[in-house]
């Protein structure tokens, strides 16, 4: 429980969120770190996703943080929160179609892709920007985009990553300054998870995804 709070405090002393990454972790586990305060948790796989939501307190915001297949969204779309993982304009559609018919808005990141390698989704980023140019986002009404995310590399050293999430913070400022000037509600930049959450934070991180490093000690 050290490790919570004191992660906790170090993302608010940067003004930045935490969302912690259940994945794989027993609903007892989940409940001591709601029971601590902590409201926003994510999932890597849909299924697991709604599975937990049924399980746990309607008080939790659910985030979606891991590849999501077309076929898949319909299960997410009646109560997710955000969806950090867009990784195409088709998929974004796809999402704004079901939410429309639950008659609600939710919340996106535009997932970016940091490395080359291979196992990692994401939009190229000329291509996330030719999309943004030439798709009908703006069509696209029951999704709020309200910023990006990316996944530093797994085996890189701190200087890579620092690259890497420096480079997230310049993708960032550009797809604000070109289409997103007016939208105050884009402001995201998902990026940290335990190994490299420090450097995210003082990258301009303002989400960090933390798993292990806080279900380690409970
Ligand atoms: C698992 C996961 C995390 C959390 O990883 P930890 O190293 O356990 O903190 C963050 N982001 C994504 C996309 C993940 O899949």
């Not at 609903?27 to 996703?49: M, T």
Request: aromatic share 10%; net charge positive; glycine share 4%.
């Amino acid at each position: 429980m050290k490790n919570f709070e004191k992660i906790s405090k170090i993302a608010a002393s940067f003004n930045a969120k935490m969302v912690v990454v259940s994945k794989m972790q027993t609903n007892d586990k989940i409940e001591l770190i709601f029971s601590k305060g902590q409201r926003i948790f994510a999932e890597n796989k849909p299924q697991e996703l709604v599975k937990k939501y049924n399980q746990l307190s309607n008080k939790i915001e659910w985030h979606l943080i891991g590849h999501l297949q077309k076929n898949k969204v319909k299960f997410l779309t009646p109560f997710v929160h955000m969806i950090q993982s867009v990784d195409s304009f088709e998929l974004a559609s796809v999402i704004h179609k079901h939410v429309s018919q639950n008659n609600r808005k939710i919340d996106i990141l535009l997932q970016i892709k940091l490395s080359d390698e291979e196992t990692k989704h994401g939009f190229i980023p000329h291509i996330l920007m030719d999309s943004l140019q030439s798709d009908p986002w703006q069509e696209l009404t029951s999704l709020r985009i309200c910023g990006v995310m990316g996944i530093g590399s797994l085996n890189s050293d701190i200087n890579a990553k620092r690259r890497e999430f420096k480079n997230l913070f310049n993708y960032f400022n550009d797809i604000k300054l070109n289409y997103f000037k007016e939208a105050d509600f884009f402001k995201e930049i998902s990026m940290g998870m335990s190994d490299d959450y420090t450097i995210a934070l003082e990258e301009g991180s303002t989400m960090i995804r933390i798993g292990s490093a806080v279900f380690s000690d409970l």
